[in-house]
């Protein structure tokens, strides 16, 4: 395929293949702990890290890491002090790091700055390929050994706490998980659109699974069908790569929600005439 | 004998106001008791003490004969918490799963659950007669079927005290009377039931006796004056 003649496509396919399989790791957990905006805040933090990165000549993927990482703490250690606005520490973190991001912004040049709002998944360095293997590695494992803490921590913290599961540990390696995945992401889907690659397939993956373990497995799949039907839409139409896979992403859920509930209508028919 | 729970000169308040004054009570291995109260009269307070949510301004609480402050051994204490379909609503986990979780202690940190555990989740469903049930989604359960759920995640560490904070609460009568057959049932196997109701009218035949949190206080009722403080409630609303 013409697709794969390009280097840079080879490369775009492994990381989004790589990020979708780390990404619904993280956004289930987010969506079940009901903070589908802490992947908006970090990303947004993570913008901060891009600037400062770019202004002190650093690569700004790693200015992102370290921003990103810490609004996560800074998200952690207000949630622990007031763990009953959680919401609060989300939104608070992230109104710091747009406010940082858009005075940073100002002094930076446009092209280098855009292109981590939407992201730019065919034009990845050496060094940023490393870092999504890493990190993908990083999260995977941690996830697969977290698997029945996160599970315990996502239903209910105060029973987590009573089966011996130590929650705060488990939330603090969690957040900053998070941190990692979003500031990588954001290079490649978008800051701006990195928090729906979180929630798509999660919602999508919500539909389908019959248990947790179906759901998470059904959301990476998600993910990284949409991630791949996204590539070859954007590379054929000529369209932005970020926004093309989080749109499939959208329309598939949209598809979903439609057929379930023609299905149930129809069972339900048929149960009536039955 | 060593008390189960041991409640001594317990004094605890919100913002300065004082909720509990100077409570003590002992719980017996076995027992089946119900804290009971009208609202607001401290009966969740009470239960967030014994499990150490929340600190004393006063007195203290002993579990197993050991200081509420150090005691470690949780996987002692099955506790089942007030409105469990808030927590169930929309959770894509099925009824082995959430059962199973509970044994985190005895499978220990980083490590995957076991046949063996999966095997011990299916025994504890079975005790409340929710086996058939394992694949079900917790969502689609029902009040009273979600109530027995959490009952077997609560048995399947096999505790020594079972902690209910109303139990009954979104539970139909013939439900809620099968629950408390169950829970005397279980006292009858020598676990401790302790259970914060406010439907007394429900449970009296099944409790032993009951702590009735008034004014800050606790009045001991056994049988007799359980059956008199319904007949009191029905004649001074």
């Given at each position: 395929?013409?697709?794969?003649?390009?280097?840079?496509?080879?490369?775009?396919?492994?990381?989004?293949?790589?990020?979708?399989?780390?990404?619904?790791?993280?956004?289930?957990?987010?969506?079940?702990?009901?903070?589908?905006?802490?992947?908006?805040?970090?990303?947004?933090?993570?913008?901060?890290?891009?600037?400062?990165?770019?202004?002190?000549?650093?690569?700004?993927?790693?200015?992102?890491?370290?921003?990103?990482?810490?609004?996560?703490?800074?998200?952690?250690?207000?949630?622990?002090?007031?763990?009953?606005?959680?919401?609060?520490?989300?939104?608070?973190?992230?109104?710091?790091?747009?406010?940082?991001?858009?005075?940073?912004?100002?002094?930076?040049?446009?092209?280098?700055?855009?292109?981590?709002?939407?992201?730019?998944?065919?034009?990845?360095?050496?060094?940023?390929?490393?870092?999504?293997?890493?990190?993908?590695?990083?999260?995977?494992?941690?996830?697969?050994?977290?698997?029945?803490?996160?599970?315990?921590?996502?239903?209910?913290?105060?029973?987590?706490?009573l089966a011996g599961?130590?929650?705060?540990?488990?939330?603090?390696?969690?957040?900053?998980?998070?941190?990692?995945?979003?500031?990588?992401?954001?290079?490649?889907?978008?800051?701006?659109?990195?928090?729906?690659?979180?929630?798509?397939?999660?919602?999508?993956?919500?539909?389908?699974?019959?248990?947790?373990?179906?759901?998470?497995?059904?959301?990476?799949?998600?993910?990284?069908?949409?991630?791949?039907?996204?590539?070859?839409?954007?590379?054929?139409?000529?369209?932005?790569?970020?926004?093309?896979?989080?749109?499939?992403?959208?329309?598939?859920?949209?598809?979903?929600?439609?057929?379930?509930?023609?299905?149930?209508?129809?069972?339900?028919?048929?149960?009536?005439?039955? | 004998?060593?008390?189960i729970?041991?409640?001594?000169?317990?004094?605890?308040?919100?913002?300065?106001?004082?909720?509990?004054?100077?409570?003590?009570?002992?719980?017996?291995?076995?027992?089946?008791?119900?804290?009971?109260?009208?609202?607001?009269?401290?009966?969740?307070?009470?239960?967030?003490?014994?499990?150490g949510?929340?600190?004393?301004?006063?007195?203290?609480?002993s579990l197993f004969g050991e200081?509420q402050?150090t005691f470690r051994d949780w996987p002692k204490i099955g506790?089942?918490?007030?409105?469990?379909?808030?927590?169930?609503?929309?959770?894509?986990?099925?009824?082995?799963?959430?059962?199973?979780?509970?044994?985190?202690a005895?499978?220990?940190?980083?490590?995957?659950?076991?046949?063996?555990?999966?095997?011990?989740?299916?025994?504890?469903?079975?005790?409340?007669?929710?086996?058939?049930?394992?694949?079900?989604?917790?969502?689609?359960?029902?009040?009273?079927?979600?109530?027995?759920?959490?009952?077997?995640?609560?048995?399947?560490s096999e505790p020594r005290l079972?902690?209910?904070?109303?139990?009954?609460?979104?539970?139909?009568?013939?439900?809620?009377?099968?629950?408390?057959?169950?829970?005397?049932?279980?006292?009858?196997?020598?676990?401790?039931?302790?259970?914060?109701?406010?439907?007394?009218?429900?449970?009296?035949?099944?409790?032993?006796?009951?702590?009735?949190?008034?004014?800050?206080?606790?009045?001991?009722?056994?049988?007799?004056?359980?059956?008199?403080?319904?007949?009191?409630?029905?004649?001074?609303?």
């Amino acid at each position: 395929m013409e697709i794969f003649h390009f280097e840079f496509m080879r490369r775009a396919f492994i990381v989004g293949i790589l990020l979708s399989a780390i990404i619904p790791c993280i956004g289930l957990v987010v969506v079940l702990k009901r903070l589908s905006m802490i992947g908006d805040a970090l990303s947004h933090s993570s913008l901060a890290g891009v600037a400062g990165g770019l202004l002190m000549g650093v690569n700004p993927v790693l200015g992102a890491v370290v921003a990103s990482v810490g609004a996560a703490l800074g998200i952690e250690a207000v949630r622990r002090k007031l763990p009953r606005h959680a919401e609060m520490a989300v939104s608070v973190v992230m109104s710091a790091g747009v406010g940082l991001a858009g005075v940073l912004s100002g002094r930076v040049s446009g092209a280098g700055f855009n292109s981590f709002l939407f992201g730019s998944i065919v034009a990845i360095s050496d060094l940023e390929m490393l870092l999504v293997c890493a990190v993908s590695a990083v999260v995977l494992a941690v996830s697969v050994l977290l698997y029945k803490e996160l599970f315990c921590v996502c239903l209910d913290e105060r029973l987590a706490r009573l089966a011996g599961v130590p929650v705060s540990l488990v939330n603090l390696l969690f957040v900053i998980l998070t941190a990692l995945t979003v500031s990588v992401a954001a290079r490649t889907v978008g800051a701006l659109v990195v928090s729906s690659m979180m929630v798509v397939p999660v919602a999508c993956g919500m539909q389908v699974g019959r248990s947790y373990r179906d759901t998470l497995i059904a959301s990476v799949l998600f993910a990284m069908g949409f991630t791949v039907t996204g590539l070859f839409i954007s590379y054929y139409a000529k369209l932005a790569s970020g926004g093309t896979i989080v749109l499939t992403g959208v329309a598939a859920l949209l598809l979903l929600l439609l057929g379930k509930t023609l299905f149930y209508r129809k069972a339900g028919r048929a149960g009536e005439a039955g | 004998m060593q008390w189960i729970i041991e409640v001594k000169g317990l004094r605890f308040g919100y913002h300065g106001v004082p909720v509990l004054r100077e409570v003590g009570f002992s719980i017996a291995p076995g027992e089946f008791v119900g804290i009971i109260g009208s609202n607001g009269a401290g009966k969740s307070t009470l239960l967030k003490l014994i499990l150490g949510e929340l600190a004393p301004h006063g007195g203290g609480v002993s579990l197993f004969g050991e200081p509420q402050g150090t005691f470690r051994d949780w996987p002692k204490i099955g506790y089942v918490p007030q409105n469990s379909a808030a927590m169930a609503s929309g959770f894509p986990a099925n009824v082995a799963e959430v059962v199973s979780a509970n044994l985190y202690a005895q499978v220990g940190p980083l490590r995957p659950m076991g046949k063996r555990h999966r095997e011990k989740a299916l025994q504890a469903l079975d005790a409340v007669g929710m086996r058939p049930f394992a694949g079900r989604m917790i969502g689609a359960l029902s009040g009273g079927q979600l109530q027995r759920v959490m009952l077997a995640r609560a048995l399947v560490s096999e505790p020594r005290l079972l902690l209910l904070d109303e139990p009954s609460t979104g539970v139909d009568a013939a439900a809620a009377r099968d629950l408390y057959e169950l829970l005397r049932a279980l006292s009858g196997q020598g676990i401790t039931v302790v259970m914060v109701t406010h439907d007394l009218a429900r449970s009296v035949e099944y409790l032993q006796r009951a702590l009735c949190l008034e004014q800050g206080t606790v009045v001991e009722l056994d049988k007799a004056q359980m059956h008199h403080e319904l007949r009191h409630r029905h004649t001074h609303p």
